[in-house]
């Protein structure tokens, strides 16, 4: 059975980083696209970022410029980069391999003084 495994949320400041990372246990015979959702309290599930096999890459505008996705195909594993962080970051933040739709568990980002 696949699980998606995350790591590297936490508390930090304002202007500070955090690396997310997530990574597949199991045998998953494709991943196309790797990518990062976020969920705010009493909100939807959006798109922060997501990278193809290929590695194009696709962010959110308002993250772009701040946070950088990336992946290493050899480890199914995604990581994101999370730069200049502001207090409207703060979510649980989910890993997403597709197409078989396989979702980590969520891990909270909180941003705050």
């Known amino acids: 059975q696949v699980q998606l495994v995350e790591s590297g949320g936490g508390l930090v400041q304002p202007g500070g980083s955090l690396r997310l990372s997530c990574a597949a246990s199991?045998?998953?015979?494709?991943?196309?696209?790797m990518g990062w959702y976020r969920q705010f309290s009493g909100k939807q599930r959006e798109l922060v970022a997501s990278?193809?096999?290929?590695?194009?890459?696709t962010y959110a505008d308002s993250v772009k410029g701040r946070f950088t996705i990336s992946r290493d195909n050899a480890k199914n594993t995604v990581y994101l980069q999370m730069n200049s962080l502001r207090p409207e970051d703060t979510a649980v933040y989910y890993c997403?391999?597709?197409?078989?739709?396989?979702w980590g568990q969520g891990t909270q980002v909180t941003v705050s003084s």
């Open positions: 990278i193809t096999t290929g590695g194009t890459t």
């Open positions: 997403r391999f597709q197409p078989d739709n396989y």
């Open positions: 199991g045998s998953i015979f494709r991943i196309y696209v």
